[in-house]
């Protein structure tokens, strides 16, 4: 996909200017790695700490889209699980396997989400919560909040932040990456024992551009509040896929 | 002002929705206290901890007014610090005096919001821990996110996340109020020492009513992108002040 499908529907691919803008911010305990890591809050020497803030992006556009379309408030539990994620799977690329500690935000629109929305989106946090502690990923929950922003978000934003703490020997240290070291992928196809469908191979970036590329324009004139006006009409949804 | 002006505008003044959707969480070591505290995660029985999630609220939409208005970003420097103090404050109410460690994320529409007004956002934050600093305040810059969601963001929104440890007998427990204590109260007008000018008089909550309250109908026509296509163009912008 060309920086073009990103760029013309307000995503920076590469996100240069963000990072400029952190430039000078200090770089932690392990400059490089994945996450900033930082010294244990609680004064261990062997122990240390990360702090990481992601969310669900646009993919609550699709919820949004989705529970347009048949009503049904449980499309937004997904967003919460892949809000989660976004987090652990950061905080596991340094090293960091747990217990994990979660905080959300969530931003609505409280002319177009109501209560319900909200239930199901809690539901989809504690449904995740209880999934990954079948598998003996401990994550708690210390709240959150949901505030009425309606002249700042459109819908719905789901934005979560998690803290774990780690032995400093146990760090991956991506800054210590270095030639002869192996390479290991994973596919985004297939289903792995603990989800419950097939992945598209549709990864969790660029879905602001999958959607515009892969949905029907009929979503334009439809639900014209689930994508920005500073796109382009030609760039909206430009696919040839109904919902 | 009544729950009319803030509905009308999207904004719930007693959020009754959201405390009915979350109202199955667990409530925390000390049910009723003004945040959730959680076990120390350093598993010290004598301690405790609490995360608090807030932000800037659609105070970012002032800002981007005068922004638009005057072209200059550091208008976005007082968001920044908006959304740290609305975290520091609420766990100060537990008894939270730090060390405080601090995530933001922030969501922006990239064809609005350009590398600049990032500047001008983590700069305030860096402003603000360091006048924090001076008054023996000590918080430290844990990362965060900054995330291209145009399709759900109109320009620009700014959330953080703070945690803290405290020692369990420190812990102000609001549950535990009752008849007979005192009750302080602060003015919100004049000028603390730390503060650089006289405040308004405007607390924090509210100022989406404020703002379209008092702001002149000229910026609707001039700035559809600061507020919400939801709300009555009587209710938009209904005021006789100028910026």
Chains 1, 2 share one sequence.
Request: aromatic share 8%; with cysteine.
């Amino acid at each position: 996909m060309t920086s073009e499908a990103y760029l013309s529907r307000g995503v920076s691919p590469t996100k240069d200017d963000v990072k400029a803008a952190i430039s000078q911010q200090d770089p932690g305990l392990f400059p490089g790695s994945f996450c900033k890591i930082i010294p244990d809050p609680s004064g261990d020497p062997e122990w240390c700490a990360a702090f990481h803030a992601d969310g669900a992006g646009t993919k609550s556009a699709m919820a949004y889209l989705m529970y347009r379309e048949t009503g049904d408030c449980t499309w937004f539990e997904g967003i919460a699980q892949d809000s989660l994620v976004m987090n652990s799977d950061d905080l596991l690329a340094i090293g960091a396997t747990g217990p994990f500690l979660l905080s959300n935000t969530i931003g609505r629109n409280a002319h177009r989400i109501h209560g319900n929305i909200l239930v199901g989106i809690i539901a989809g946090y504690d449904k995740a919560i209880s999934r990954l502690a079948e598998y003996g990923i401990k994550i708690i929950m210390t709240g959150g909040e949901t505030a009425d922003v309606g002249d700042l978000v459109r819908t719905v934003i789901c934005d979560s932040t998690m803290m774990a703490r780690l032995p400093r020997n146990k760090v991956v240290n991506i800054g210590a990456i270095k030639p002869g070291l192996d390479i290991v992928g994973l596919s985004s196809t297939g289903r792995a024992i603990y989800e419950e469908q097939e992945n598209s191979g549709l990864s969790s970036n660029g879905l602001t551009a999958a959607r515009h590329l892969l949905l029907h324009h009929v979503y334009a004139e439809k639900y014209p509040e689930s994508y920005s006006e500073t796109i382009a009409d030609d760039k909206v949804y430009t696919g040839s896929f109904l919902l």
